[in-house]
């Protein structure tokens, strides 16, 4: 399966079916002028493969972005959502529509795929998060991905969250 024939309801049912991450001890690793560190997800059931990226910038503190990438089989990879920080302006074009300089949710839509734009190219704007580390908890969240311990989190609420799926 490729993108092209990604329909709404898979994007749905992929974005909210139970996943577990791997490796919730991934290793950030210092790029060219960010720093990065990606996870490995896989749904409970064990029928899908997912990674969990998450980049912030070392030069502009509201450039950070999260996001969950599909991998349909080897090699295959599809931008499902990114949550994006503000340092940008984003127009979504078919909607003939743009906002400046606030976080905002890119999700996967069978409009945009048909469109042969990219996959995850619409965005809303949101006031959930303002920063790498909430931007993610949301991420988690609302994508059902369990496994992700507080000391794994980036920025300076670490010590704050905890994403183990224990309610305690």
């Known amino acids: 399966m490729d993108?092209?024939?990604l329909t709404d309801e898979l994007i749905?049912?992929?974005?909210?079916?139970p996943k577990r991450i791997k490796n919730p001890k991934a290793r950030e690793v210092p790029k060219a002028k960010h720093r990065e560190r990606?996870?490995?997800?896989?749904?409970?059931d064990g029928s899908a493969q997912f990674i969990l990226i998450s980049r912030q910038s070392t030069v502009i503190v509201d450039n950070f972005s999260c996001g969950?990438?599909?991998?349909?089989?080897?090699g295959q990879k599809v931008i499902l959502t990114r949550y994006n920080g503000f340092d940008h302006v984003?127009?979504?074009p078919i909607e003939q529509e743009s906002f400046e300089y606030q976080c905002h949710i890119h999700r996967a839509t069978q409009r945009y795929i048909q469109a042969g734009r990219k996959a995850e190219m619409y965005a809303e704007a949101t006031s959930r998060y303002g920063n790498l580390s909430d931007a993610l908890k949301c991420l988690t969240e609302d994508c059902n991905i369990q496994g992700l311990k507080g000391s794994s989190l980036p920025g300076d609420a670490q010590?704050?969250?905890s994403f183990d799926g224990n309610d305690d």
């Not at 749905?12 to 079916?17: E, F, G, K, M, S």
């Not at 969950?68 to 080897?74: F, G």
């Open 159 to 161: 010590s704050q969250l």
């Open 12 to 17: 749905d049912y992929l974005l909210t079916v």
């Open 90 to 92: 984003h127009a979504n």
């Open 38 to 44: 990606n996870y490995e997800v896989e749904s409970t």
């Open 68 to 74: 969950l990438i599909w991998q349909p089989s080897p």
């Open 3 to 5: 993108a092209g024939s």
